[in-house]
Each structure stands twice: as structure tokens, then as C-alpha cells.
């Protein structure tokens, strides 16, 4: 029984830089959502997707985007990258509508310098 | 939107001993409280929740407490183990399609031997 995946596991990227972030939910699962978690601190919501469109935005930034593919696996791309992005990037797959629980992904730690 | 503070930061128990986590919600159309645990490196993992039609659930030493009027919930850990030392997370979401999940600042629990 395969949980939340991401990938890369740990990325280091340039101020500037461009970086995309990759999501499989558990079998089953049609929506995805991204959280932010600064260390120390509690996870931030980012965005959630179900069937493909998204339902929810957190506030961040333009320079934040995602999408959901039609196999519900999902990506979050950040351009223009500062040194305040760097955190813990966590993916969270849960039923969608009627299910509430969110099931967490191991998370991509992302080093920005 | 919706604000989740949570007490203490930190805790300290003798194993053997019951520990509690409050956390207080400030929108009243939250109507999911869930509870992650997360040890160090790892992944948020999703321990107990309850919603907001139910006053009290109960898995095994773990414990919630809901109380919608103060809009506050706990966490009540019984006869803890070394193994229950890690930090917690309340969150609270309106479901309904909204699944964005707001955080508390976390809890470092500490278990001594």
C-alpha cells in the first residue's frame, strides 16, 4: 500500500532560479495539496487541487504555481527563488470532497542560497 | 481567516504520565480538527481527528476533546512512552470541499525515561 510520494527528496537551487516539485497521491486519493513548512514552524497551505482544478490558494505569491495531471499526481513550481523559499515543501493527498483526512508526503527540502 | 493557536510549545512528562495539548480556533465554520505527529525529519503523520458533530474520540492511549461554544479542542496522551516524543500540530479546516488545513505553531513533547 504506496503512501503519498515526492520527488526529489532534497534540491539546493540559486536565488533566481526556477524549481518544480513532483507529488503522487495515494492510489486512489483525487486531491492534492501543498504546504510550506519553515523550520520550526507549523506547515503553511500553499494550494489544494481535486480533479484537476483548484479548489483553494493560500497566500503566497504569484511566483508560486501548480497543477494536477490527470492521473492526480501533482506539481508546484516557484520561480524567481529567494532565500525565504527555502523550507520543507509537503504534498498532502486526501479523497476530496467527502474526505477530510490528509495524508502527508516525506517532503522536498529545498536549500535556496 | 481562520487563526489556530496552540499551548504549550513545549512539554516535558515522566514516562507513564498523561500529557495534554490545547489548541483554541477562531472561525466558527471550522468543522474538521486533526492531529499530526512529527518526529524529527519526518513527515507529518496524521494521529487522531474528530469533527465537529462529535465531542470526544478515543484510540487507544490518544485522545480529543472538542468544545464548538469556547472553540477549543485537546489532545490527551495517556501512560506516554519515549516513543510518544515528537512534536504536535493541531489544525482545523471547514471541509465541505475546503480542505485547507491551518496549523498551530506545534508542540515539542518530551518524554522522560
Known amino acids: 500500500d504506496a503512501g503519498v510520494t515526492q520527488s526529489p527528496t532534497h534540491l539546493i537551487k540559486t536565488r533566481g532560479q526556477q524549481v518544480t516539485l513532483r507529488c503522487s497521491p495515494i492510489?486512489?486519493?483525487?486531491?492534492v495539496s501543498w504546504y510550506q513548512q519553515v523550520l520550526g514552524q507549523g506547515p503553511q497551505f500553499i494550494f489544494q487541487?481535486?480533479?484537476?482544478?483548484?479548489?483553494g490558494r493560500g497566500n503566497f505569491p504569484d511566483r508560486f504555481s501548480a497543477r494536477q495531471f490527470p492521473n492526480y499526481s501533482s506539481e508546484l513550481n516557484v520561480n524567481a527563488l529567494l532565500l525565504g523559499d527555502s523550507a520543507l515543501y509537503l504534498c498532502?493527498?486526501?479523497?476530496?470532497?467527502?474526505?477530510?483526512?490528509?495524508?502527508f508526503g516525506p517532503g522536498t527540502r529545498l536549500t535556496v542560497t | 481567516g481562520e487563526n489556530v493557536e496552540q499551548h504549550p510549545s513545549t512539554l516535558s512528562v515522566q514516562e507513564g504520565d498523561s500529557a495534554v495539548i490545547k489548541c483554541t480556533y477562531s472561525?466558527?465554520?471550522?468543522?474538521?480538527f486533526p492531529w499530526y505527529k512529527q518526529e524529527l525529519g519526518k513527515r507529518p503523520q496524521l494521529i487522531i481527528d474528530?469533527?465537529?458533530?462529535?465531542g470526544e474520540k478515543k484510540d487507544q492511549r490518544i485522545a480529543v476533546t472538542l468544545n464548538k461554544t469556547a472553540k477549543h479542542f485537546s489532545l490527551h496522551i495517556t501512560e506516554t512512552q519515549p516513543e510518544d516524543s515528537a512534536v504536535y500540530f493541531c489544525?482545523?479546516?471547514?471541509?465541505?470541499?475546503?480542505?485547507?488545513?491551518?496549523f498551530g505553531t506545534g508542540t515539542r513533547l518530551t518524554i522522560i525515561p
Open positions: 487541487y481535486y480533479e484537476k482544478e483548484e479548489r
Open positions: 492510489s486512489g486519493h483525487k486531491s
Open positions: 498532502a493527498s486526501s479523497l476530496g470532497v467527502r474526505g477530510h483526512e490528509q495524508y
Open positions: 472561525d466558527s465554520a471550522s468543522n474538521y
Open positions: 474528530i469533527r465537529s458533530n462529535v
Open positions: 489544525a482545523a479546516s471547514m471541509g465541505f470541499g475546503n480542505e485547507k488545513l491551518t
